[in-house]
Each structure stands twice: as structure tokens, then as C-alpha cells.
């Protein structure tokens, strides 16, 4: 089992940047992609971005690239999402989420097991 929980969510202004958190804890020495997926009002979840156990392989969404950069820190049990230079249309709810299959590094929502509840990020115009 792998409980997550994600802080760092809040209201900010377009142009302005914010870092999510992803603490982990339980099986937490058990290889693990990561991933943060967000969902929009009235929109599927989406895929963010992805990286694997290690660190060296990450994957980013079309709109993340550039401005959105996914790390993890196994050490200390965390993840992080730095979003830079915000809009409104990156409004949502944002999801952490692992998947115990490294080498699957999948972009799908269907194959992740373990979530958290989400942390909400509002960006206003």
C-alpha cells in the first residue's frame, strides 16, 4: 500500500508560479513511477507529467513542456511539480498518483493504482 498526499495547491496569478508536493509513505521503498495528472471542471484527468523511480526518464504533457518540471526525491519520500509562468486554463485540480510497475511508465489514468485526494490550484487572469 502507498498513501499519498499532496500540498502546495492555492490561488495565484496568471504569469505566477507554484511547486505541488507529493509525500509518500507506506511501501515507499517499493519501486514506483510517479506521476501528477490534473482535472479540469467538466474535463477528463489528464496526464501532467510522469517520472520514473530513478529520476532519469521523465515524460511531460504538450502543455507542461517548458513550463512545468516533475522531480522526485526518494530520500525524502517526496515528488514535486514546479509549475512556472501559470494561466488560467492550467486551473484544476491537481492528482498525484504511482503506479508499482517502474517499468511501465504508462500515460494512462487506468493504470495507477494509488492516488491522493488531489490539491486544488486556481489561477486567476
Known amino acids: 500500500q502507498v498513501h499519498l498526499v499532496e500540498s502546495g495547491g492555492g490561488l495565484v496569478q496568471a504569469g505566477d508560479s507554484l511547486r505541488l508536493d507529493c509525500t509518500f509513505s507506506?511501501?515507499?521503498?517499493?519501486?514506483?513511477?510517479m506521476a501528477w495528472f490534473r482535472q479540469a471542471p467538466g474535463k477528463e484527468r489528464e496526464l501532467v507529467a510522469l517520472?520514473?523511480?530513478?529520476?532519469?526518464?521523465?515524460d511531460d504533457a504538450d502543455f507542461a513542456k517548458g513550463r512545468f518540471t516533475i522531480s522526485r526525491d526518494n530520500s525524502e519520500n517526496m515528488g514535486y511539480l514546479q509549475m512556472n509562468s501559470l494561466s488560467p486554463e492550467d486551473t484544476a485540480v491537481y492528482y498525484c498518483?504511482?503506479?508499482?510497475?517502474?517499468?511501465?511508465?504508462?500515460?494512462?489514468?487506468?493504470?495507477?493504482?494509488?492516488w491522493g485526494h488531489g490539491t486544488q490550484v486556481t489561477v486567476s487572469s
Open positions: 507506506g511501501r515507499t521503498f517499493t519501486a514506483n513511477t
Open positions: 517520472i520514473s523511480w530513478r529520476g532519469d526518464n521523465t
Open positions: 498518483a504511482a503506479d508499482l510497475r517502474p517499468w511501465l511508465l504508462s500515460k494512462s489514468t487506468n493504470d495507477y493504482t494509488y
